[in-house]
T-cell receptor
Framework: TQLLEQSPQFLSIQEGENLTVYCNSS?????LQWYRQEPGEGPVLLVT?????EVKKLKRLTFQFGDARKDSSLHITAAQPGDTGLYLC??????????FGAGTILRVKS | SQTIHQWPATLVQPVGSPLSLECTVE??????LYWYRQAAGRGLQLLFY??????ISSEVPQNLSASRPQDRQFILSSKKLLLSDSGFYLC??????????FGPGTRLTVT
């Protein structure tokens, strides 16, 4: 089974600050997804990146897939309290399965 | 549009009691279905997945089992719960892509 390492594990910042979450592996993934989860709810898909070097933007969120398709990053500009939650990256494994990182807990204080 | 349901939302069960969690999907046919467990709001551990009726693959040997009696129904069961079975259980579905869509989850507490 391939492994995905996320960093940092926990991030507490003030409203308006920028932040980056990293997702790294020694394995190549055919695609990688980012999810956001609020307490007591299921994860919600934010984005899927497929091509090495791909950059996708979703309002204040920017997602990048590494050239070698082994790593990804999520950058949030001008964080808001509504961005608070658990951010999970997941890499596509064989047989329609995903391998998930351990997650980054983000807290944005107003 | 597709929707996924899980019930119950919360469950408190004594050690040694049986378990049955149900997941149903609407608005799609022949989905891939998945059961995950999540501890303390961290990463997801894949327990079972299914690509069709009666086809179940187990990822982690443990006290749980899964069944898929209908195309869009996925059930997670146990004959005797252990304290270590406590957690947040999530059901998910996917189509032809790797993108998975999750249900609201069941919070299980074994006492």
């Amino acid at each position: 089974t391939q492994l995905l390492e996320q960093s940092p594990q926990f991030l507490s910042i003030q409203e308006g600050e920028n932040l980056t979450v990293y997702c790294n592996s020694s394995s190549v993934f055919s695609s990688l997804q980012w999810y956001r989860q609020e307490p007591g709810e299921g994860p919600v898909l934010l984005v899927t990146v497929v091509t090495g070097g791909e950059v996708k933007k979703l309002k204040r969120l920017t997602f990048q897939f590494g050239d070698a398709r082994k790593d990804s990053s999520l950058h949030i500009t001008a964080a808001q309290p509504g961005d608070t939650g658990l951010y999970l990256c997941a890499g596509a494994e064989y047989g329609n399965k995903l391998v998930f990182g351990a997650g980054t807990i983000l807290r944005v204080k107003s | 549009s597709q929707t996924i349901h899980q019930w119950p939302a919360t469950l408190v069960q004594p050690v040694g009691s049986p378990l049955s969690l149900e997941c149903t999907v609407e608005g799609t046919s022949n989905p891939n279905l998945y059961w995950y467990r999540q501890a303390a709001g961290r990463g997801l551990q894949l327990l079972f997945y299914s690509v069709g009726i009666g086809q179940i693959s187990s990822e982690v040997p443990q006290n749980l089992s899964a069944s898929r009696p209908q195309d869009r129904q996925f059930i997670l069961s146990s004959k005797k719960l252990l304290l270590s079975d406590s957690g947040f259980y999530l059901c998910a579905w996917s189509g032809t892509s790797y993108e998975q869509y999750f249900g609201p989850g069941t919070r299980l507490t074994v006492t």
